[in-house]
């Protein structure tokens, strides 16, 4: 197992290298943590998914990594609060997420609850002002713009 780790670890580190993207994992590693919290059922599938198809997949090369976690981001997102997942252009347009989304898409998860703000799931590699304004209204929960 912890050879396909490393292999999955550095195909991501890569692929991270290579398309100038941001690294996903540390506010997945959090959203996690409140996974474990909410919900310890829903953070054992979690963990499953994780080892049972995220690293094996991605340590195998049968998928691009930055679908692979996001996707696993996308799940993470679901099992904390199930909803809709949308993809934000550099315009500030959301449409339903699909897969791959490009690299200038902002990626959030809308939980179907009506309390519960919308979860981060991939960010652009350069966040336009549009989608700055979505993050911080929808995610962060601020009511005036950040610069």
């Known amino acids: ?11 991501i580190e890569e692929a991270l ?10 506010f997945y590693r959090d959203r996690l943590r409140e996974l474990k919290q909410a919900s310890p059922d829903a953070y054992e599938e979690a963990v499953t998914y994780y080892r049972e198809t995220l690293v094996p997949s991605v340590a195998e090369g049968d998928v691009d990594p930055l679908v692979a976690w996001t996707e696993y981001g996308r799940t993470l997102a679901e ?8 993809s934000i252009d550099s315009t500030g347009r959301a449409e339903p997420y ?5 690299p200038d898409r902002l990626v959030l ?4 609850a009506t309390k ?3 979860l981060l799931v991939a960010l652009p590699q350069k966040i ?3 989608q700055r304004a979505c993050y911080d209204w929808l995610v962060q929960g601020r009511l005036k713009l950040t610069s």
């Open 128 to 130: 336009s002002g549009a």
């Open 79 to 86: 099992l904390l609060a199930p909803g809709r997942t949308v």
């Open 17 to 26: 290298a290579r398309s100038g993207a941001r690294d996903p994992r540390e």
């Open 109 to 112: 998860h809308m939980p179907d």
């Open 1 to 11: 197992m912890s050879s396909n780790v490393e292999k999955a670890d550095r195909a």
């Open 116 to 118: 519960g703000r919308a």
């Open 98 to 102: 699909a897969a791959p989304p490009g």
